[in-house]
């Protein structure tokens, strides 16, 4: 492939423009203009003099992530810091630790924008950017998995890196439309950096004389990107919330006859193993109301089989064959969920797809883990079917091709998926340590104490890493997939990640949302901000927004009450009573209309989610209020402000409202 520019100087020529050099680990190549008045990208002659009143920037740019337009000016975002995370096949890879935003608009600052409207979006795109595990390589693609490199790459190496990565993992994709767009007259191969949103981690082992290296890469899916309750299922396009790729690669390198190691990136065998996780692909959500548990939503809408099926296919053309082991609880809360699944997944009856179900919480009840044993025993033969990608280096071709995927699921596809998918990798990795004779027949990778612990903890911090970008929290149940021990710590552990997860989704998670949305470009600002003020004001009538105030300080008041000089224990009792039952009622009422203090969405509206009243499950109505009451307070018909407040605005997916009621 092209090589791309590792490291660039920044030019600042006054209002008129920014320039972009190279620094010169490429040799002789061509500088980079952006004009501010129009946003144009041209590509210079060689040896183009930087004008004399340009200002160069003291920060070395990294890369290019791309340019976004917001409500007041067009901005260019650039990698102005970036972390080594380790070596792969001899090219470095890295994470993006820092970030620089520059705004065409000459008029703007980013530090203090005119508009609240501009600054509330200039916020969502700095939170994305310092909260997102960005890596990217100057010479790995790391949005392909190795099996798809090594069949493309005689036609590879005449192509940009843009022009090969996978559209689904390319992150930063629509950020870089202007680049793509203007390749089209002119080679800007080497200026664009395709970035992942994901996980990278590799360990040197050394084992029975043999110098090997164990790397995990997970890559996120930019389709129906975001957070846990407000990305659920599928949508119309067959695409689902949380899909991730894993690969586990195992590179074993030649060995000279004193057994030291050669160069880094010459191996004997390549080995790669990939898996892939997604939400349940039907329409259905889980509705936040302020309870812990949130109320299940399956919608039953006319495209339902054609989605489902757009999915299944997609990953079949994909990955080939595909096994879905479906992990989600047979009875309460889950049931209709996994009900739904097997009846599509049934009614559909597609050729190369099968479906398995592994009751997880039935069979490792009391904390016996060792029982995911009996799903690999059930998926033995399909995992030999489907092989893994094998090249040997010796051979003209790979000694064994993966032809399919386990794709694997729970309600989250987080924690009970994590734990699945490490027993299968460390099934695979035993297989493939064995067919090369590092580990004899009858020996697994946990007996090897080193290799042990660097498996578990790599595929720990992978789960850890995908939790926080999904839940907001790392994953539960990883003590076993650390220890391969359940624990009663690690229970402790789990109840404090789970609190934390509810706090976040239901009052921080808006906010994550709309900044995966602006990033992604599913939803595009318009250059007018006062249409947008429904972004920083806040519509709810005042007596929804006076109740947390009212119940703050009647909790102050209480706990005033007790640093209080006991005089009269009798006069006391009144004060007390009056400010728990003004509390009592402030929760309750709180509790009743919850929907209204949840921290919702608001460039992606869910309404036609939340107030959805065609055919379909409703597990409960929580959160809407009092029938009758709610007309009377002005609050018409539970949150239904939240409708009302974009009016004008561009769906991009909107789910057709049947009126009739849920069955």
């Keep these: 492939m092209k090589p791309v520019h590792q490291r660039l100087n920044l030019y600042t020529v006054g209002d008129e423009a920014y320039v972009f050099v190279s620094a010169g680990e490429l040799g002789a190549t061509q500088s980079l203009t952006v004009h501010r008045a129009t946003g144009e990208v041209v590509l210079n002659p060689l040896q183009t003099p930087i004008p004399q009143h340009a200002t160069r920037s003291d920060k070395s740019v990294h890369g290019i992530l791309g340019m976004i337009s917001l409500s007041l000016s067009e901005y260019i975002v650039v ?75 005689n036609v590879d190496s005449s192509k940009g890196f843009w022009e090969v990565a996978d559209d689904r993992f390319f992150w930063n994709k629509f950020l870089q439309t ?6 089209e007259k002119q ?43 407000f990305r659920r299922g599928v949508d119309h396009e067959g695409h689902v919330a949380n899909f991730n790729e894993s690969e586990q690669l195992l590179f074993v390198e030649h060995q000279t ?54 999915h299944l296919l997609e990953q079949v053309s994909t990955y080939g064959p595909q096994i879905l082991v479906n992990l989600v609880n047979h009875k309460g809360h889950e049931k209709p969920i996994k009900d739904g699944y097997e009846r599509w997944v049934t009614q559909l009856n597609l050729p190369e797809v099968r479906y398995q179900y592994f009751d997880f919480h039935t069979e490792c009840k009391n904390m016996r883990w060792d029982r995911i044993s009996l799903l690999v025993d059930k998926l ?32 989250d596809n987080l924690d009970r998926t994590n734990v699945v998918q490490a027993a299968l990798a460390k099934h695979v990795l035993n297989r493939q340590l064995q067919h090369i004779g590092v580990l004899t027949k009858g020996q697994g990778v946990d007996d090897v104490e080193a290799l042990s612990k660097d498996f578990r903890e790599m595929w720990a911090d992978h789960a850890d890493a995908i939790s926080k970008a999904y839940a907001g929290s790392a994953a539960l149940k990883s003590d076993f997939t650390r220890t391969n021990e359940r624990t ?66 009647a909790l102050f008041m209480i706990c005033a009450g007790l640093t209080l000089p006991r005089s009269s224990d009798y006069s006391l009792v009144y004060y007390f009573f009056f400010w728990i039952m003004l509390l009592l009622a402030a929760t ?76």
């Design 79 to 153: 990698i102005t810091g970036r972390e080594l995370k380790g070596r792969l096949c001899g090219n470095d890879i890295y994470r993006a630790s820092d970030f620089d935003i520059l705004p065409l608009n000459p008029n703007v600052n980013v530090l203090n924008p005119p508009h609240p409207v501009e600054g509330h979006l200039l916020a969502l795109l700095r939170s994305h950017l310092q909260s997102g595990n960005f890596l990217f390589s100057y010479g790995w693609d790391l949005t392909r998995r190795l099996q798809v490199q090594w069949e493309s790459r």
């Design 488 to 553: 009663r710590k690690g229970l402790m552990d789990d109840g404090v990640k789970s609190v934390l997860r509810y706090l976040k989704n239901n009052f921080l998670d808006g906010a994550r949302q709309d900044a995966y949305d602006l990033f992604t470009g599913a939803w595009i600002p318009r250059r007018n901000p006062s249409s947008m003020n429904f972004l920083v004001t806040d519509p709810r009538p005042l007596v929804i927004r006076s109740a947390p105030a009212i119940a703050s300080f």
């Design 187 to 229: 080679d800007l191969g080497s200026f664009i950096l395709p970035v992942i949103y994901g996980t990278f981690d590799v360990r040197p082992i050394f084992i029975n004389g043999r110098h090997m290296q164990l790397a995990l890469i997970s890559r996120r899916s930019r389709y129906r990107a975001g957070t846990r309750y």
């Design 178 to 183: 202007r680049f793509i767009e203007s390749s």
């Design 380 to 411: 033995e033969r399909d995992l030999q079917k489907q092989g893994y990608f094998h090249f040997d280096s010796n051979e003209p071709q790979p000694h064994m091709l993966q032809n399919g995927t386990v794709r694997t699921n729970c309600m």
């Design 588 to 663: 309750i009422f709180m509790v009743t209309y919850g929907i209204d203090y949840v921290s919702w969405p608001k460039l992606i509206p869910l309404d036609p989610i939340i107030y959805y009243d065609g055919p379909g499950y409703r597990s409960a109505r929580h959160g809407m209020g009092l029938k009758g009451v709610n007309v009377k307070l002005g609050l018409d018909d539970g949150a239904k402000w939240l409708s009302s407040k974009r009016k004008g605005g561009k769906e991009v997916e909107s789910i057709p409202m049947v009126h009739k009621r849920v069955d």
């Design 257 to 310: 006859a004193n057994g030291a190691a050669r160069k880094d990136d010459d191996f004997a065998h390549q080995f790669s193993f990939v898996q892939i996780r997604g939400s349940v692909p039907f329409f259905w959500a889980e509705v936040n109301t302020v309870r812990y548990k949130p109320d299940l939503q399956v919608m039953e809408l006319p495209d339902t089989p054609d989605a489902v099926k757009l």
